[in-house]
T-cell receptor
Framework: GQNIDQPTEMTATEGAIVQINCTYQ??????LFWYQQHAGEAPTFLSY????GLEEKGRFSSFLSRSKGYSYLLLKELQMKDSASYLC?????????????FGTGTQLKVEL | SAVISQKPSRDICQRGTSLTIQCQVD?????MFWYRQQPGQSLTLIAT?????????ESGFVIDKFPISRPNLTFSTLTVSNMSPEDSSIYLC???????????FGAGTRLSVL
């Protein structure tokens, strides 16, 4: 089966750096996404990794190690607006197409 | 990218009634998806709705309970039928417009069943 683990909640200080970890177990791995979801709003795409290594996009970076089934999302220069839930999402190939499996999300609270 | 509009944004319904949720996309897309997000849980795929074919339902979801329409490449509806309190959830529409595989989501419909 598929399994995704990420911390339920984290707290960090404005201006700091925070790393949100995600471990997964799946067959047919075909990429990993990170989404941000503010309360009552749509999940929005942040990053995508399919090969091992680091992908950087502004204040956000995402890392993937396929052999370890591990990813992290790194947020730098934290702002209050970064308070949200961060979803680790694994894409797998099922033979009939790609399907997404969602983690339960990490609720990040940014404090002054 | 894609911009998705969902209606209604929220509703409170009585047990035994049905609610139809609409999803409108600002561009033509082949693949549309309907998800459910129960309180404190992750998103769960209900079905995939491709234009011109019947929707494909995931294990645990059936057409009689969640009928889906997909009349064209920019629009879909999901009906939650014969509702019970266990159907109280957020229902989200999602599309995958390009080859890159990124999925975009609507803001969701927050349903409460009394």
């Amino acid at each position: 089966g598929q399994n995704i683990d990420q911390p339920t909640e984290m707290t960090a200080t404005e201006g700091a750096i925070v790393q949100i970890n995600c471990t997964y177990q799946t067959s047919g791995f075909n990429g990993l996404f990170w989404y941000q979801q503010h309360a009552g709003e749509a999940p929005t795409f942040l990053s995508y990794n399919v090969l091992d290594g680091l992908e950087e996009k502004g204040r956000f970076s995402s890392f993937l190690s396929r052999s370890k089934g591990y990813s992290y999302l790194l947020l730098k220069e934290l702002q209050m607006k970064d308070s949200a839930s961060y979803l680790c999402v694994v894409r797998r190939w099922t033979g009939g197409g790609n399907k997404l499996t969602f983690g339960t999300g990490t609720q990040l609270k940014v404090e002054l | 990218s894609a911009v998705i509009s969902q209606k209604p944004s929220r509703d409170i319904c009585q047990r035994g009634t049905s609610l139809t949720i609409q999803c409108q996309v600002d561009s033509q897309v082949t693949m549309m998806f309907w998800y459910r997000q129960q309180p404190g849980q992750s998103l769960t795929l209900i079905a995939t709705a491709n234009q011109g074919s019947e929707a494909t339902y995931e294990s645990g979801f059936v057409i009689d309970k969640f009928p889906i329409s997909r009349p064209n490449l920019t629009f879909s509806t999901l009906t939650v039928s014969n509702m019970s309190p266990e159907d109280s959830s957020i229902y989200l529409c999602s599309v995958r417009p390009g080859q890159g595989g990124i999925q975009y989501f609507g803001a969701g419909t927050r349903l409460s069943v009394l």
